[in-house]
């Protein structure tokens, strides 16, 4: 025995469209947790600081070793902790090329800035010349981190233009 009960189509479609989630807050929410917040590129940027810092005190060949060690081994358990916060769990991977190239022009750009910085303060004073290096690797990390992120994420949003305006005529 079923009981029918008179459906307003109107009432459910403003229903349906009051309980889904729209697209754009999904991309709102990628953008966010790719970005991992502020805390992320100034923790990496403090410790890639305190990293660069510490190898002109020029210690020897082991203690670079255990430096670099010390300082990947850090690196990772930051990514991993800023990884477990993000709130958006997506049922497919959307990195793009996009992501890739951001990824590898940053490594190129920190690290061409790290050899570059350098050898222009070859010629003062060890630790004075690593602390000006740290300084200056480190900022061109956080400048260059926040426009590449959001325009590596930002073709996250082109490719569901289609499918954010279905319906919206109804």
């Avoid at 889904?20 to 929410?29: A, G």
């Avoid at 082991?62 to 930051?78: D, F, M, N, S």
């Amino acid at each position: 025995m079923a009981v029918s009960t008179p459906v307003d189509a109107e009432q459910a479609w403003r229903d349906l469209q009051r309980i889904r989630v729209p697209q754009e807050r999904v991309y709102d929410e990628v953008e966010r947790a790719a970005s991992g917040g502020p805390g992320a590129t100034w923790a990496t940027a403090a410790l890639m600081w305190v990293f660069l810092a510490a190898l002109g005190l020029e210690p020897p060949t082991r203690g670079v070793w255990l430096a670099l060690a010390g300082y990947l081994l850090v690196l990772g358990a930051l990514a991993r902790a800023y990884h477990r916060r993000s709130q958006v769990r997506l049922h497919r991977s959307r990195c793009d090329w996009r992501m890739f190239a951001g990824f590898v022009a940053g490594a190129v750009v920190t690290g061409g800035t790290i050899l570059l910085s350098g050898r222009l303060v070859e010629p003062l004073a060890p630790m004075t010349g690593a602390l000006i290096q740290a300084t200056v690797s480190a900022a061109v990390f956080v400048l260059f981190v926040g426009p590449m992120t959001r325009w590596s994420t930002g073709s996250l949003r082109g490719r569901g233009g289609s499918s954010a305006g279905e319906g919206a005529g109804r």
